[in-house]
């Protein structure tokens, strides 16, 4: 199973980003996938997840009607589109997937939003 982020940078508040999660090593399609984030003294947090099929997701309070979370099974890639970005949404953000009871993790991508 492989995991790589890309996409994260620099951005002002209220900018956008546009984070990207290719996968390999396993059947993307059959798999929910996940994003998730840590600031700087702070402990990994939810932000979003995404039905295997179907289009389900689900987000946390803090970023909910700023991101959105999807994917795309032909390219086995999984997205998050993020608006009105705020100092607080700076963090490393990374992607999971749970496979036979076990946690993979991408190596993550820094987001600073910062003016």
């Known amino acids: 199973v492989q995991l790589v982020e890309s996409g994260g940078g620099l951005v002002q508040p209220g900018g956008s980003l546009r984070l990207s999660c290719a996968a390999s090593?396993?059947?993307?399609?059959?798999?929910?996938m996940s994003w998730y984030r840590q600031a700087p003294g702070k402990e990994r947090e939810f932000v979003a997840v995404i039905a295997s099929i179907g289009g389900i997701t689900h987000y946390a309070d803090s970023v909910k009607g700023r991101f959105t979370i999807s994917r795309d099974n032909v390219k086995n890639t999984m997205y998050l589109q993020m608006d009105s970005l705020k100092p607080e949404d700076t963090a490393v953000y990374f992607c999971?997937?749970?496979?036979?009871?076990?946690?993979?993790w991408g190596q993550g991508t820094q987001v600073t939003v910062s003016s």
């Open positions: 090593g396993f059947t993307f399609s059959t798999y929910h």
């Open positions: 999971k997937v749970v496979r036979r009871s076990h946690d993979y």
